[in-house]
């Protein structure tokens, strides 16, 4: 059997190595968290007219510019709730938390990412741009000290999801859409405190050490919220269909939705996705296929009038 060399021993290290660096920062920027930004391609969804190869593009460019944008907020946040998330029982083994990170390093990571994406952003468009800039302002003001104010900071994490949207129907020169654009907000918040609930269920007695505001919050408050929100959730969404679609038979897709909150509670309690619902998007089949299928029905319904069907 062949013996390895002194050089074979440092090249599996080295490659090692940066397998391990390159792990550790695609956590700093969360990776895994760009599927929120997915909400971008809303857009396609309330185009004025039919939707070309450009347009196409330029979604997808905001996407990836949210992603820039997101991975900012995420590196501030972490910066500033270090000595909280080392603490904690999940969060501890973040890259900066665990200390295989430097804060002088993930800084120069967001000074390199942040006025990147901002000036490309007002490149693409004006009106994206300022959208991204109000994006980043409002949530490193939650990060900073919004956070600590009960239901404040899930109306914030519910509004940069409004945002996500909107800069997608900006993009395509869509039709604003109210009664969508409220169900996403319902639909965010929903999570968000699905999110609040799996925090205090996994810290117990030590969750206001980690979360200042998570003392105002409990299991019986949380659980008096969530139906009233699912039922918000589906109300303007079936307003949405009624109302805002042309093709009626869109209110077939109103049972889906239904059935993927309600997938999505059960996952929740059962398998404990509360605290990270990208999770949901990456890993459960049932609610991917039920996206697929809403799509297929939505955007079948949004081409018909344009006699692609």
């Known amino acids: 059997m062949k013996q390895e060399t002194t050089l074979d021993v440092i090249e599996k290290k080295e490659k090692k190595d940066f397998a391990d660096a390159l792990i550790c920062f695609m956590k700093l920027i969360r990776v ?9 391609f809303s857009g396609m969804l309330f185009p004025s007219q039919i939707i070309g190869f450009s347009q196409v593009v330029k979604l997808i460019i905001a996407f990836l510019l949210f992603c820039g944008i997101s ?39 967001f000074y390199i990412i942040c006025p990147g994406t901002i000036l490309l952003s007002f490149f693409l468009n004006k009106y994206f741009g300022i959208v991204i800039c109000v994006y980043l302002l409002m949530n490193l003001s939650y990060s900073l000290k919004l956070k600590d104010f009960v239901f404040i900071d899930l109306l914030i994490i519910s509004f940069g999801f409004v945002l996500r949207t909107l800069s997608g129907i900006i993009l395509v020169h869509g039709k604003n859409s109210f009664w969508f654009l409220l169900s996403i907000a319902f639909l965010s918040l929903y999570l968000g405190m699905n999110k609040r609930k799996k925090e205090l269920l996994t810290l117990e007695e030590d969750s206001q050490n980690h979360r200042k505001n998570l003392g105002e919050y409990s299991i019986g408050l949380i659980n008096e919220i969530i139906p009233m929100l699912t039922a918000c959730t589906v109300i303007s969404y079936s307003f949405h269909t009624l109302y805002e679609v042309k093709v009626k038979y869109t209110i077939f897709t109103i049972p889906i939705v239904v059935y ?45 009038p344009y006699g692609l069907f």
Do not use: C
């Not at 895994?32 to 971008?40: E, L, T």
């Not at 991917?288 to 319904?301: F, K, N, P, R």
């Open 71 to 109: 991975s900012s907020v995420y590196i501030i946040n972490d910066i500033i709730d270090l000595k909280k998330d080392m603490l904690h029982p999940v969060k501890r083994f973040r890259p900066l938390a665990s200390g295989k990170i430097k804060v002088k390093f993930a800084l120069l990571i």
């Open 260 to 304: 993927g909150i309600f997938r999505y509670q059960y996952l929740t309690d059962k398998a404990g996705y509360g605290e990270s619902p990208e999770l949901v998007l990456l890993k459960d089949r049932p609610i991917v296929l039920a996206l697929l299928v809403w799509g297929a029905i939505y955007m079948s319904a949004k081409l018909l």
């Open 32 to 40: 895994r968290q760009w599927s929120k930004n997915i909400f971008v």
